[in-house]
């Protein structure tokens, strides 16, 4: 019997559509491995009717008072809370994602981050109006951007989806989203709970793969492209956005270094930083993947470290004991695996190593020690459950092997010594320094990278004003 597969359609200035040229790909569980879903493959006339529709929804939008956008995004974030199951659910069948998990981890931080921007809204600062000049006042305006393009990655679809769209309206622009290829269905639903709430066309959704993606980026109208996927990604769509002096916002990847000096409490860190680096199956740009111990401690360490990794489940959505489910598909599955099967023959599989069951795309929470500054697993990121451990001899090699990758977004520190956690996160190069924690966020502070992490801010007032533009106005007191 052939279990018909669910029909995803576009969303288009406030209509749900099918691709114009009526292509579609198939949407995979990678929990199973099966398809649920089909969703359009959009092409350059999908993009148009798009940003179209967005340029048209725009001045309405932009006109409107902060207080009134204001209260758009709180209905969005009370119509999400209602809404939680059904969210959980599609976002689950979506990624794999554990059914508790996403409930308990990723849905109530993105209401409280939608209604921080609501808050946001009301709240934007600039220097005040004065006479800079004799007989003249000066006034600087802010204003939103225009139109949009946004592209969410597969990792986290529905919070991705959240920290595009929402300080963008905020700020008073109009909105294409792009979800990624593999994961379009949550924010397809989210689309559906917003459709009643927000002036048509002013956000809008388009599925679709790579090529969907390059066409928005490319289009004229979209006065800002935003991404957040890889180094490769973000350097195409700067690439194609410098062609017409696009606005560019890029959260790209990461290769968190976690710190760990000899006075740290090694039970609780070695606890604590598994949970950062195994959580989300290790799709997460700022987990904690590289493990860099002091020499003193580093056989304690590497032991307690591997205890929670064998004590660490995954598996099915519905299992509450799991931490983390699938990868998302099955090249990043054969991404992850080649990475252990590549090891140098120094390296040392300490735990794990090894894809989990014949159905899915699982793979075993992983620790590797013996490893070196240049080896490739400590170089690129591999974004999936696999955490290394280097050693070192003092705090100056400590900082030259947390520095010494390409990738600069997030990074920890452990240890009990004030001085030294203060002189570690000066010197660390990276976007955000936690001190005896790794991987907490929260909506107030922001997020975002150095080098090749990216540049801008999610989150925060500093990613609000990211969606905004500044205009000097100066008047002549004679007139």
Same mark, same amino acid.
């Given at each position: 019997?052939?279990?018909?597969?669910?029909?995803?359609?576009?969303?288009?200035?406030?209509?749900?559509?099918?691709?114009?040229?009526?292509?579609?790909?198939?949407?995979?569980?990678?929990?199973?491995?099966?398809?649920?879903?089909?969703?359009?493959?959009?092409?350059?006339?999908?993009?148009?009717? &798009?940003? /179209? #529709?967005?340029?048209?929804?725009?001045?309405?939008?932009? +006109? @409107? !008072? %902060? =207080?009134?956008?204001?209260?758009?995004?709180?209905?969005?974030?009370?119509?999400?809370?209602?809404?939680?199951?059904?969210?959980?659910?599609?976002?689950?069948?979506?990624?794999?994602?554990?059914?508790?998990?996403?409930?308990?981890?990723?849905?109530?931080?993105?209401?409280?981050?939608?209604?921080?921007?609501?808050?946001?809204?009301?709240?934007?600062?600039?220097?005040?109006?004065?006479?800079?000049?004799?007989?003249?006042?000066?006034?600087?305006?802010?204003?939103?951007?225009?139109?949009?393009?946004?592209?969410?990655?597969?990792?986290?679809?529905?919070?991705?989806?959240?920290?595009?769209?929402?300080? &963008?309206? /905020? #700020?008073?622009?109009?909105?294409?989203?792009?979800?990624? +290829? @593999? !994961? %379009? =269905?949550?924010?397809?639903?989210?689309?559906?709970?917003?459709?009643?709430?927000?002036?048509?066309?002013?956000?809008?959704?388009?599925?679709?793969?790579?090529?969907?993606?390059?066409?928005?980026?490319?289009?004229?109208?979209?006065?800002?492209?935003?991404?957040?996927?890889?180094?490769?990604?973000?350097?195409?769509?700067?690439?194609?956005?410098?062609?017409?002096?696009?606005?560019?916002?890029?959260?790209?990847?990461?290769?968190?270094?976690?710190?760990?000096?000899?006075?740290?409490?090694?039970?609780?860190?070695?606890?604590?930083?598994?949970?950062?680096?195994?959580?989300?199956?290790?799709?997460?740009?700022?987990? /904690?993947?590289?493990?860099?111990?002091?020499?003193?401690?580093? +056989?304690?360490?590497? =032991?307690?470290?591997?205890?929670?990794?064998?004590?660490?489940?995954?598996?099915?959505?519905?299992?509450?004991?799991?931490?983390?489910?699938?990868?998302?598909?099955?090249?990043?599955?054969?991404?992850?695996?080649?990475?252990?099967?590549?090891?140098?023959?120094?390296?040392?599989?300490?735990?794990?190593?090894?894809?989990?069951?014949?159905?899915?795309?699982?793979?075993?929470?992983?620790?590797?020690?013996?490893?070196?500054?240049?080896?490739?697993?400590?170089?690129?990121?591999?974004?999936?459950?696999?955490?290394?451990?280097?050693?070192?001899?003092?705090?100056?090699?400590?900082?030259?092997?947390?520095?010494?990758?390409?990738?600069?977004?997030?990074?920890?520190?452990?240890?009990?010594?004030?001085?030294? =956690?203060?002189?570690?996160?000066?010197?660390?190069?990276?976007?955000?320094?936690?001190?005896?924690?790794?991987?907490?966020?929260?909506?107030?502070?922001?997020?975002?990278?150095?080098?090749?992490?990216?540049?801008?801010?999610?989150?925060?007032?500093?990613?609000?004003?990211?969606?905004?533009?500044?205009?000097?106005?100066?008047?002549?007191?004679?007139?």
């Amino acid at each position: 019997m052939t279990t018909e597969l669910r029909r995803l359609r576009n969303y288009i200035g406030g209509e749900f559509k099918d691709a114009a040229d009526g292509r579609t790909t198939e949407v995979v569980n990678p929990a199973t491995g099966e398809a649920y879903a089909t969703a359009p493959l959009s092409g350059q006339a999908d993009v148009d009717a &798009a940003m /179209a #529709a967005a340029a048209a929804a725009f001045p309405g939008w932009r +006109d @409107t !008072t %902060p =207080a009134a956008r204001q209260k758009a995004l709180l209905r969005i974030a009370d119509a999400f809370e209602a809404r939680a199951d059904e969210l959980v659910a599609t976002e689950s069948e979506n990624t794999g994602k554990p059914l508790g998990l996403t409930a308990s981890e990723e849905l109530p931080p993105m209401v409280d981050q939608i209604r921080f921007f609501a808050g946001a809204a009301r709240l934007l600062e600039g220097r005040s109006a004065g006479e800079y000049m004799e007989g003249m006042t000066s006034i600087v305006r802010r204003e939103p951007v225009g139109v949009c393009a946004q592209v969410a990655p597969w990792n986290y679809p529905m919070m991705m989806a959240v920290w595009k769209f929402a300080p &963008a309206l /905020a #700020a008073g622009n109009t909105v294409v989203l792009k979800p990624s +290829d @593999t !994961t %379009p =269905a949550s924010t397809i639903l989210m689309a559906e709970i917003i459709d009643s709430i927000l002036p048509k066309g002013v956000f809008n959704v388009v599925c679709g793969d790579r090529e969907t993606g390059r066409a928005m980026v490319e289009h004229p109208t979209p006065a800002m492209a935003s991404i957040t996927g890889s180094v490769r990604a973000g350097m195409q769509v700067a690439e194609s956005a410098a062609k017409d002096v696009k606005r560019v916002h890029l959260e790209l990847g990461g290769k968190a270094p976690v710190v760990v000096f000899e006075d740290a409490d090694i039970a609780k860190a070695a606890e604590d930083i598994a949970v950062a680096g195994f959580f989300n199956a290790g799709q997460d740009c700022t987990a /904690a993947t590289r493990v860099i111990v002091h020499e003193s401690i580093h +056989d304690e360490f590497v =032991a307690a470290l591997a205890k929670n990794a064998a004590d660490t489940k995954t598996g099915q959505p519905d299992d509450e004991d799991v931490l983390y489910g699938p990868l998302n598909n099955p090249n990043q599955l054969k991404q992850v695996a080649g990475f252990i099967e590549r090891l140098p023959a120094h390296a040392k599989v300490e735990a794990g190593g090894h894809q989990v069951g014949e159905k899915g795309y699982f793979y075993a929470p992983t620790v590797v020690s013996g490893l070196e500054q240049d080896d490739e697993i400590i170089q690129n990121e591999v974004f999936g459950p696999v955490i290394t451990v280097q050693s070192f001899t003092d705090e100056g090699q400590a900082l030259e092997y947390a520095n010494g990758v390409e990738f600069a977004l997030a990074s920890s520190v452990w240890t009990k010594n004030h001085g030294r =956690a203060m002189r570690m996160s000066k010197n660390l190069d990276f976007g955000c320094v936690w001190i005896n924690t790794h991987i907490p966020l929260v909506a107030e502070m922001p997020h975002g990278g150095f080098k090749k992490s990216g540049y801008g801010k999610d989150l925060s007032a500093y990613g609000f004003e990211d969606y905004t533009r500044i205009k000097h106005v100066m008047t002549s007191l004679d007139g």
